[in-house]
């Protein structure tokens, strides 16, 4: 038998098991933990900026969590956070505010089972590590890596520690997103031959602002800027990559089973030249070009595209596209042998186009997405669309919150864990690399040291997490 023929027959076969008679997931705990699963799961943040606080806000909501301590050397952040905890009638947390590293104090609580990390890009790593090392569960926001070496220290150490770590990528929760994957698992894209997507989102007024307000309020950014462009915008001043390749790689490779009988295994990335930012502050009011960011030249490529090639055979292009004008679009595309999906718009189901060339009679004519992903929405949306309403992004933060904690509770291995954040972050460095040797093709590292092989699809098989 050839191994495309096996490969429809494990597509087949995995299409009637989807829901069904599912492969469970492994013990989350695989280290000496004292947490107690009948008890509620006590958490720390550092970082408690505006992303931090939607963090908070959903878990004080909770009657199962306890939320325990605040690490963040912004006191204005640790009063708005303070305040969500008040609004829910929670009692107030510590602080740790004494400069940049006093997040340490807080890992040395004996009364945090956890931390969720929602800080500039390059304390993740730092962060992270020692969190895993003081033995607290690790929920990550999402981010590029600064060094492919950081990817490779996020695996040695939990491999050592053998503690978890959730890679808190919410667009694999998208409604719409989750109703394709269900397609996929139930065969009806075929076999799978190419994904697409990106990062697509007009970032100009997140990465300048007046240094009080957060969005679309003036033209600084570093010392003289507020929230993100603080820190987020000097990324664009030095690098040349995929900056935020998480978005869009992250559902392509749930549906493509990516660490978990399939891989990565090289890219190519070309960059556009730059100019969107530096006409964004010479038009901006507040701006001009006598305005000193005027003569900051940014390295960021306007655009950013990166082609990625599968060991099953697939391809994947990703987009980084957020310094010029364009409504918000993350270019979501899904193409196999019997069907193919198109997105065009932030996650609504009437949002897309869609084909199954059988179903449809050899029309070649696109059907619109909505009566499809009514039909096959996945069961976890149906089961929580009312507890998910008014949560951020639509809805996706209320999963990644609640699966961080009810996997911890139930002692069930977290569904994208530290191989799947080593991966996903290893493409912004190795884009980089890519970009400054013209498009040179650069290995992907496999970060399982070949336990991709005998890993199983756990994300989404159930109604669950």
Same mark, same amino acid.
């Given at each position: 038998m050839d191994n495309s023929t096996s490969r429809r027959?494990?597509?087949?076969t995995a299409a009637l098991a989807s829901f069904g008679a599912l492969v469970l997931p492994n013990s989350l705990f695989a280290y000496s933990n004292d947490f107690k699963t009948d008890k509620k799961v006590r958490v720390g943040f550092i970082g408690v900026g505006l992303r931090g606080q939607e963090h908070v806000k959903?878990?004080?909501?909770?009657?199962?969590?306890?939320?325990?301590?605040?690490?963040?050397?912004?006191?204005?952040?640790?009063?708005?956070?303070?305040?969500?905890?008040?609004?829910?009638n929670k009692s107030a947390a510590q602080e740790f505010s004494n400069g940049e590293y006093d997040y340490r104090n807080l890992l040395k609580l004996k009364t945090v089972d956890a931390v969720v990390i929602a800080t500039p890009w390059e304390w993740h790593l730092p962060q992270g590590v020692e969190a895993m090392r003081a033995k607290k569960i690790v929920g990550m926001e999402v981010s590029g890596a600064i060094k492919l070496q950081d990817c490779w220290e996020f695996v040695k150490v939990y491999e050592e520690t053998k503690v978890p770590i959730f890679m808190m990528e919410n667009v694999c929760y998208r409604r719409d997103v989750m109703a394709i994957l269900n397609m996929v698992r139930k065969g009806m894209f075929g076999e799978l031959v190419h994904g697409r997507g990106g990062y697509q989102h007009d970032l100009r007024g997140v990465l300048f602002n007046d240094g009080v307000t957060p969005y679309n309020s003036g033209a600084e950014f570093g010392e003289k800027g507020f929230s993100e462009a603080k820190w987020r915008t000097e990324h664009y001043v030095k690098r040349n990559g995929e900056l935020y390749p998480t978005h869009g790689l992250g559902p392509i490779a749930m549906m493509m089973d990516i660490n978990r009988g399939n891989r990565l295994t090289r890219l190519s990335s070309f960059s556009s030249k730059s100019v969107g930012l530096h006409k964004y502050i010479t038009e901006h009011s507040k701006g @001009? *070009?006598?305005?000193?960011?005027?003569?900051?030249?940014?390295? +960021?490529?306007?655009?950013?595209?990166?082609?990625?090639?599968?060991?099953? @055979? *697939?391809?994947?292009?990703?987009?980084?596209?957020?310094?010029? +004008?364009r409504p918000y679009d993350l270019g979501f595309r899904v193409q196999g042998t019997e069907g193919l999906w198109q997105d065009f718009g932030w996650g609504e189901f009437n949002q897309g186009h869609i084909y199954f060339e059988k179903t449809m009679n050899h029309t070649h004519r696109w059907d619109n997405t909505e009566k499809w992903m009514k039909e096959h929405d996945h069961p976890m949306w149906k089961k929580f669309e009312s507890t998910a309403a008014g949560a951020g992004h639509g809805g996706m933060d209320f999963f990644v919150m609640n699966t961080f904690i009810e996997c911890i509770k139930r002692n069930i291995e977290f569904p994208m864990d530290v191989y799947d954040l080593a991966l996903w972050y290893s493409i912004t460095p190795l884009s980089e690399e890519s970009i400054a040797k013209r498009g040179q093709v650069v290995d992907i590292p496999d970060f399982t040291n070949g336990k991709w092989k005998t890993r199983k699809p756990v994300f989404g098989m159930t109604d669950e997490f």
């Open positions: 027959n494990f597509i087949k959903l878990l004080a909501k909770r009657n199962d969590v306890e939320i325990v301590a605040f690490a963040d050397p912004d006191k204005r952040m640790l009063a708005a956070s303070q305040k969500i905890l008040k609004d829910n @001009g *070009e006598n305005h000193p960011n005027a003569k900051v030249k940014f390295n +960021q490529g306007d655009i950013v595209t990166t082609q990625i090639a599968c060991e099953n @055979g *697939e391809t994947i292009l990703l987009t980084h596209d957020t310094s010029l +004008q």
